[in-house]
Structures are given as C-alpha cells and as structure tokens.
C-alpha cells in the first residue's frame, strides 16, 4: 500500500472522488480513523491495476493556521 498525505480533509474526500470517478474501487470511503490516532482522516482505495491506496490527513482541525 501506499500512502500519500494530504494538505487538508477537503483534498482527502477530492481525491477519493477522482480516484472513483476514474475506475478505482473503495476500500473505505473518507472518515476519521481514531484507532490510528484521533485526528487521523483517511480514504482507501484500489486503483484499476490492483495497487492499494491510502490519502490521509492527520491534523486535528483541518481550518488550522498554527506552524507545527
């Protein structure tokens, strides 16, 4: 699998979307995954060749200016 991180929650649920819409199939549709961490926002899914993906965000309030 491979995972890739996003800048906000609005990226995870656009790319799930064009995924989709461009053949992938889910393997869990964009939501919180608090057994990961409680701030972890995530989408999976399988491309048209099998690979599995993951697009993540993990901040805890995705309107969030504050540097880390």
Do not use: E, Q
């Not at 991180?5 to 979307?17: C, E, F, K, M, Q």
């Not at 608090?34 to 309107?63: E, M, Q, T, V």
């Amino acid at each position: 699998m491979i995972a890739l991180l996003a800048p906000s929650r609005a990226i995870v649920d656009a790319v799930y979307a064009k995924a989709l819409s461009n053949g992938a199939t889910c393997d869990g549709p964009p939501g919180l995954r608090p057994h990961y961490h409680p701030d972890y926002y995530g989408a999976y899914f399988f491309d048209r060749d099998g690979n599995k993906l993951c697009i993540c965000f993990h901040d805890a309030c995705p309107s969030s200016s504050i540097s880390r």
